[in-house]
């Protein structure tokens, strides 16, 4: 059937009453109404739409299908787009971002230009940091989102943010405090450090999910052992903020996730040791620092074994049908990129990978607008030269770059 599309004012009374038929035509000499055309589209949902067109007005789609089941009869801006990728926008599930305003500026703004839409600062947001970017963010910047302050046992010698908890009391009261800075998810620590600390107990963490799941809030696990993730999973905990570290997992972790279809693993690979690609690079760099990537930039197979379990590790629980997000754990703005291509060299499929990137952390953000290329959702999308399902390292292949309906980026 065609789809004559005219955008009214009353489009989204019509959208959302579920009416089984759209006549909805693009009204003519709307600047703000922009198309593109016989585009591939990568919907994010799993869809894949050859020969597609995409068209938003005011920072939403109010088309997103095949070229032919599209009549344009208007003056919007068209864009002839043969040839070209479009994806959604990439979210980052685990970073940690700067703590001053003019830091944090910099890291949401620098990461809206590499494709980004949101990032979530994962527990190391000290009582400083503007929480109030989350409502009221500085101009072409990606989303933030903050666990706040972390919880973990005492750790002297290490960072003095997080709470620092050694009974329920404590973690409790941690919990509580984070909740009346209206966090978006409470971070822990499980983790001895090789051997150099004492961990969040069993006792301690199952009070810290059982107080966050009381006041509405999820929690995110910092995990390094096997052991711990087994634990923490039967304790209720929503989020794995990395995969388990120390040993292959076994049939009865995988049973256990398999128990918690809501569990959501943050794949956060350590590196490979292998050598990347950084010259994409050239647009968001100085050349000192290109410079400085290029020189570092050597294989390191001492790593090969360390990076192998956690491979091995995220494939497996993958093709189980676990929930993947991605996450990056440091501040480097372009990560993301590399990152996808770990997952891909892990044994993940670049189709998962980029659902992983887009739909699945955009869900675990609870950010409905975002991680698909679907009518009513954001205008927030990457237009890339190259195909990345056929290469993955192609999302670096970036045209150019759209949030919310905005232009942040282009390479013309």
Not at 117 to 127: E, I, N, V
Not at 181 to 198: A, H, T
Request: glycine share 6%; net charge negative.
């Amino acid at each position: 059937m065609k789809y004559k599309l005219i955008f009214l004012s009353f489009f989204f009374c019509f959208f959302y009453l579920g009416c089984t038929e759209r006549n909805l035509d693009l009204v003519t000499g709307n600047e703000n109404l922009k198309v593109f055309q016989n585009i591939r589209i990568i919907v994010g949902n799993g869809t894949i739409i050859e020969n597609g067109a995409l068209a938003f007005e005011n920072g939403v789609i109010i088309y997103s299908g095949p070229q032919s089941d599209m009549e344009i009869n208007s003056n919007a801006m068209i864009y002839e787009s043969a040839g070209l990728t479009m994806m959604p926008a990439i979210i980052d599930t685990h970073t940690h971002l700067g703590n001053s305003v003019d830091s944090l500026t910099r890291d949401l703004q620098q990461r809206a230009s590499i494709g980004i839409a949101a990032a979530m600062s994962m527990g190391t947001d000290d009582l400083g940091t503007p929480l109030e970017f989350r409502v009221n963010p500085p101009s072409q910047s990606a989303r933030y989102f903050s666990a706040g302050r972390g919880i973990t046992m005492p750790e002297p010698g290490r960072s003095e943010i997080p709470h620092w908890v050694t009974n329920e009391n404590e973690a409790r009261e941690a919990v509580r405090a984070e909740a009346e800075r209206n966090v978006d998810m409470i971070k822990i620590w499980v983790d001895d450090r090789n051997g150099q600390y004492e961990k969040l107990s069993p006792d301690l963490f199952s009070a810290i999910i059982d107080e966050a799941h009381t006041l509405g809030l999820r929690v995110s696990a910092h995990i390094f052992n096997l052991d711990d993730a087994k634990e923490l999973v039967e304790s209720g905990v929503d989020v794995l903020a990395h995969g388990v570290r120390d040993q292959d997992i076994d049939e009865e972790f995988i049973q256990l996730v398999q128990n918690h279809p809501d569990l959501v693993l943050i794949a956060n690979l350590p590196s490979s040791g292998r050598v990347f690609d950084y010259d994409w690079l050239e647009y968001h760099l100085t050349e000192d620092q290109l410079i400085d990537l290029r020189t570092n930039n050597i294989e390191r197979p001492e790593m090969e074994e360390f990076f192998s379990i956690q491979a091995r590790n995220l494939a497996r629980l993958s093709d189980t049908g676990t929930i993947i997000a991605l996450g990056t754990d440091g501040n480097t703005f372009w990560a993301p990129h590399i990152e996808m291509e770990e997952m891909v060299f892990a044994g993940m499929n670049p189709h998962d990978v980029i659902i992983a990137a887009t739909k699945n952390g955009a869900e675990l953000l609870l950010q409905d607008d975002l991680g698909t290329l679907e009518v009513g959702k954001s205008a927030s999308f990457i237009l890339l030269n190259d195909n990345p399902l056929a290469d993955i390292r192609n999302t670096r292949a970036m045209v150019s770059i759209y949030l919310d309906g905005n232009e942040i980026f282009n390479a013309r």
